[in-house]
């Protein structure tokens, strides 16, 4: 066989190999990070709630890499010092809820840190993390603003 006969054969056959080796590895996860800000005015029970029970109603707005608003619905949960906020989204593309955790002693630098813990429709492979910076609990109506970073997995 000559020089000419082998490259030619190792240039038919590398891009074939390579369809071999990308067919059989595993299928890699196609994930698009982006900022997301949640606005939302509540009215607050005024009770502290403690047992998981609804502790305000109000309304979203989400924007960022998310566009969209709806009711919202707040229930406390708490453990000594800490205070669990389940907030629950509800918009035109389905219903989001996060968590956010609150320390009595006071806020961390950042802020009260929350994640997304589920999704339903558009947003059920929605993952997210960030900050509540602002807690403006006493107001009338109370404010509340999240921002951070989510993430979609995408087929």
């Known amino acids: 066989m000559s020089k000419r006969n082998i490259v030619l054969s190792l240039v038919v056959a590398a891009p074939t190999a390579a369809v071999l080796i990308s067919s059989c590895a595993p299928a890699a996860r196609n994930v698009a990070h982006s900022n997301l800000t949640v606005q939302c005015t509540e009215n607050l029970t005024g009770q502290d709630v403690t047992n998981g029970g609804a502790s305000g109603t109000g309304h979203c707005a989400l924007t960022g890499v998310l566009h969209d608003r709806g ?23 389905g219903t989001i809820t996060f968590l956010i955790t ?12 929350w994640t997304i813990t589920s999704g339903t429709k558009t947003y059920t492979k929605l993952h997210g993390r960030g900050y509540q910076v602002v807690d403006n609990y006493t107001g009338s109506p109370a404010t509340f603003v999240l921002k951070g970073t989510v993430s979609q997995v995408r087929a």
């Not at 010092?81 to 918009?91: D, K, N």
């Not at 609150?102 to 009260?112: D, H, R, V, Y």
């Open 71 to 93: 009711p919202t619905t707040d229930y406390r949960t708490q453990n000594g010092e800490t205070v669990l906020i389940r907030r629950v989204v509800t918009g035109a593309k």
């Open 102 to 113: 609150i320390t009595l002693a006071g806020p961390g630098p950042s802020g009260e840190p």
